[in-house]
């Protein structure tokens, strides 16, 4: 069972940027795809991004494609979402997942390993 901690959340208002970063520990990361929902309030959890073992395969939410960018480090077992020109419909907990497989996937049955999430709020 891989232990995934998220960090970088807070409070930022529209227009600006934040970083978070997920640190993996306790099992194999490497040779997984891992990724990002979230979760507003009273809405369902939402694919946000995904990327392949090898850093080279990306998926993006239409809603953030061109604002948000995934990225990872395997050396330091971490993944980083990149969120620039935030929105308020942006405000959401985000979380870390590792995927079953090798791939970016959308389905949050195919993740098999989540963060407990990190808030992001942006005001308007």
């Known amino acids: 069972q891989v232990r995934l901690v998220e960090s970088g959340g807070g409070l930022v208002q529209a227009g600006g940027s934040l970083t978070l970063s997920c640190e993996a520990s306790g099992g194999s990361f490497s040779n997984y795809g891992m990724g990002w929902f979230r979760q507003a309030p009273g809405k369902k959890r939402e694919f946000v991004t995904g990327?392949?073992?090898?850093?080279?395969?990306?998926k993006y939410a239409d809603s953030v494609k061109g604002r948000f960018t995934i990225s990872r480090a395997n050396e330091k077992s971490t993944v980083h979402l990149q969120m620039n020109t935030l929105k308020p419909e942006d405000t959401a907990v985000y979380y870390c997942?590792?995927?079953?497989?090798?791939?970016?996937?959308?389905?949050?049955?195919?993740?098999?390993?989540w963060g407990q999430g990190t808030q992001v709020t942006v005001s308007s």
């Open positions: 997942v590792k995927s079953r497989t090798s791939e970016a996937l959308i389905m949050p049955s195919e993740y098999d390993n």
């Open positions: 990327i392949d073992w090898s850093g080279r395969r990306t």
